[in-house]
Nanobody, 126 residues
Framework: QVQLVESGGGLVQAGGSLRLSCAAS????????MGWFRQAPGKDRLFVTS????????YYVDSIKGRFTISTDNAKNTVYLQMNNLKPEDTAVYYC???????????????????WGQGTQVTVFS
């Protein structure tokens, strides 16, 4: 059974940093693409970034380019989202997701993903 478990969210002042983790288990993810999405209150779940587990092209939404970095640790079966220079508009529940396959274009729609974590809250105050 596939499980994605996020951690690392919290309350942080604007300009601060957080690192989110997504521990993946239940299968080999080498042929999966991993993504991070976020959902603010009353808003749709939106794409943030994605990475092929075994390496390849990384995609970022424009609003977080230069501030967020996605990475994988194969030994720990974990995907990370390093978030720097956080802004109040980054406040949301952040979700880790996985989709089978490696793609030449970004998978930005939540409907394209097969597995989801439970989410972790990130709150940025000014």
């Amino acid at each position: 059974q596939v499980q994605l478990v996020e951690s690392g969210g919290g309350l942080v002042q604007a300009g601060g940093s957080l690192r989110l983790s997504c521990a993946a288990s239940g299968r080999a993810f080498s042929t999966y693409t991993m993504g991070w999405f976020r959902q603010a209150p009353g808003k749709d779940r939106l794409f943030v970034t994605s990475i092929p587990w075994s390496g390849g092209r990384i995609y970022y939404v424009d609003s977080i380019k230069g501030r967020f970095t996605i990475s994988t640790d194969n030994a720990k079966n974990t995907v990370y989202l390093q978030m720097n220079n956080l802004k109040p508009e980054d406040t949301a529940v952040y979700y880790c997701a996985a989709v089978r396959g490696l793609y030449s274009t970004a998978r930005v729609s939540p409907e394209e993903y097969d597995y989801w974590g439970q989410g972790t809250q990130v709150t940025v105050f000014s």
